[in-house]
């Protein structure tokens, strides 16, 4: 028993540590290393030969690769990586606390989009009062947020409408694919991996990457942006193992409370550790908005109170377990493992 108590923390910390720390890492990462596409790319690869490696000498299991089922994910890895490649830009542009609080605004956006187009009930009284009071923490550190750049809030705008269609749409196709979350997790990135080079070119950052390389000539390699981007690399691989990990031997509950405890973690640490932050006011706000997510991942925990746990219960009567499952680790947005890469 003591064992298997030693083991739950050592997941839960691990995620706890990975999940607070890796959006710090990813925008010190840009800030040394400034070639976005470059830099997901290097993670998606490291994630891909991570889960195959470990599928390898058995540590996990992992749907093996087809192109049948490959052209059918295809649509839903076009929206994740397009999630990651905005995420990115707003973290070159922005600094972490306008990301978090961007991130924060999801919840708001999938329950519009779940009782416009999904057909579902209007939120609970609770779960209204806590989308407002994200949405006034949101907009209250937007207006005195003095570092406001068109070029970041563009970027912004664009992530969270990528990631909205991610959680709304994205995953009931996913999900019907039957890939079990390694599967998901090599899917999704391998995918990625490939579309990458479009984007490349679509952006001209190649042309960046070849000019920086004549530039320096010999002596092109820097050891500091070597370590933040391979920091960025093993982070955002070990972010998925123990998240997924942690998740499935701690409750619903208490990893939703881990989540939104990362959060904060990352507000304070991002504070102590460089200038790269919201001012005293904004960090109020941020925090406003914080607790509004709280009281968001109360209100849609409560029992059959959200459409999500009423649209699962359903789907486990018809027997349809895998896409239940997959609702409700969707729901909170803010515990998601992969925040990593969102």
Same mark, same amino acid.
């Given at each position: 028993?003591?064992?298997?108590?030693?083991?739950?923390?050592?997941?839960?910390?691990?995620?706890?540590?990975?999940?607070?720390?890796?959006?710090?890492?990813?925008?010190?990462?840009?800030?040394?290393?400034?070639?976005?596409?470059?830099?997901?790319?290097?993670?998606?690869?490291?994630?891909?030969?991570?889960?195959?490696?470990?599928?390898?000498?058995?540590?996990?299991?992992?749907?093996?690769?087809?192109?049948?089922?490959?052209?059918?994910?295809?649509?839903?890895?076009?929206?994740?990586?397009?999630?990651?490649?905005?995420?990115?830009?707003?973290?070159?542009?922005?600094?972490?606390?306008?990301?978090?609080?961007?991130?924060?605004?999801?919840?708001?956006?999938?329950?519009?989009?779940?009782?416009?187009?999904?057909?579902?009930?209007?939120?609970?009284?609770?779960? %209204?009062?806590? $989308?407002?009071?994200?949405? @006034?923490? #949101? +907009?209250?550190?937007?207006?005195?947020?003095? *570092? /406001? &750049?068109? !070029?970041?809030?563009?970027?912004?705008?664009?992530?969270?409408?990528?990631?909205?269609?991610?959680?709304?749409?994205?995953?009931?196709?996913?999900?019907?694919?039957?890939?079990?979350?390694?599967?998901?997790?090599?899917?999704?990135?391998?995918?990625?991996?490939?579309?990458?080079?479009?984007?490349?070119?679509?952006?001209?950052?190649?042309?960046?990457?070849?000019?920086?390389?004549?530039?320096?000539?010999?002596?092109?390699?820097?050891?500091?942006?070597?370590?933040?981007?391979?920091?960025?690399?093993? %982070?955002?691989? $070990?972010?998925?193992?123990? @998240?997924? #990990? +942690?998740?499935?031997?701690?409750?619903?509950? *208490? /990893? &939703?409370? !881990?989540?939104?405890?990362?959060?904060?973690?990352?507000?304070?640490?991002?504070?102590?550790?460089?200038?790269?932050?919201?001012?005293?006011?904004?960090?109020?706000?941020?925090?406003?908005?914080?607790?509004?997510?709280?009281?968001?991942?109360?209100?849609?925990?409560?029992?059959?109170?959200?459409?999500?746990?009423?649209?699962?219960?359903?789907?486990?009567?018809?027997?349809?377990?895998?896409?239940?499952?997959?609702?409700?680790?969707?729901?909170?947005?803010?515990?998601?493992?992969?925040?990593?890469?969102?």
């Amino acid at each position: 028993m003591a064992q298997q108590a030693y083991g739950t923390s050592s997941l839960v910390i691990g995620y706890a540590l990975c999940s607070s720390l890796l959006a710090i890492i990813n925008k010190y990462a840009i800030t040394k290393f400034s070639y976005p596409g470059l830099l997901t790319s290097l993670q998606y690869l490291t994630s891909v030969a991570g889960v195959w490696t470990l599928g390898k000498i058995g540590l996990l299991h992992h749907d093996p690769f087809n192109l049948r089922t490959a052209k059918k994910f295809a649509p839903a890895a076009l929206v994740f990586y397009l999630a990651i490649f905005t995420n990115t830009h707003l973290l070159k542009h922005a600094n972490v606390d306008t990301f978090i609080v961007f991130r924060s605004l999801t919840p708001l956006l999938v329950a519009i989009a779940d009782t416009a187009f999904r057909k579902q009930p209007c939120p609970s009284k609770l779960t %209204f009062l806590s $989308l407002v009071i994200i949405l @006034g923490g #949101a +907009a209250g550190y937007v207006m005195t947020d003095s *570092a /406001f &750049t068109l !070029t970041a809030y563009s970027w912004a705008a664009a992530y969270l409408v990528t990631i909205t269609t991610e959680m709304v749409y994205i995953k009931h196709m996913v999900t019907h694919l039957g890939l079990n979350t390694w599967g998901f997790v090599l899917y999704n990135n391998l995918l990625s991996l490939i579309i990458a080079p479009v984007f490349w070119f679509l952006t001209g950052e190649h042309l960046s990457v070849f000019r920086a390389i004549e530039s320096r000539a010999g002596s092109w390699f820097e050891l500091d942006a070597f370590v933040a981007v391979s920091l960025s690399c093993v %982070f955002g691989l $070990l972010i998925s193992f123990f @998240g997924f #990990a +942690a998740r499935k031997a701690i409750s619903a509950t *208490a /990893f &939703t409370v !881990t989540g939104v405890v990362n959060k904060f973690l990352t507000v304070a640490i991002n504070v102590m550790i460089w200038d790269k932050h919201a001012s005293s006011f904004g960090l109020v706000c941020l925090l406003f908005t914080l607790a509004g997510g709280v009281l968001y991942q109360q209100s849609v925990t409560t029992k059959g109170n959200s459409p999500v746990q009423r649209e699962a219960a359903a789907k486990q009567g018809k027997g349809d377990d895998d896409e239940a499952q997959f609702d409700e680790e969707k729901k909170g947005s803010i515990s998601s493992p992969k925040d990593s890469l969102v």
